[in-house]
């Protein structure tokens, strides 16, 4: 049995600035996400997809 480790912010950046930002409509929600997408390297976004279990190939 794998037990995971406890929950923190700092495993999911962009929930963290979605919350600082506090945007409360889907609209805003969603320009505030594209906003955000450049503060992510290229190896950040790779690391997330293979950690969701995507496969590049």
């Known amino acids: 049995m794998l037990f995971l ?3 923190s ?3 999911s950046k962009l929930k963290a600035m979605l919350r600082k ?3 409360r409509t889907i609209d805003g929600l969603w320009d505030r996400i594209g906003s955000l ?3 992510f390297t290229v190896q950040e976004c790779a690391n997330y997809i293979a950690a ?3 496969d590049a190939a």
Do not use: C, K, M, N
Request: net charge negative.
């Open 5 to 7: 480790p406890p929950y």
């Open 9 to 11: 912010p700092d495993f």
């Open 21 to 23: 930002a506090a945007e």
């Open 37 to 39: 997408i450049p503060t």
């Open 52 to 54: 969701a279990g995507y």
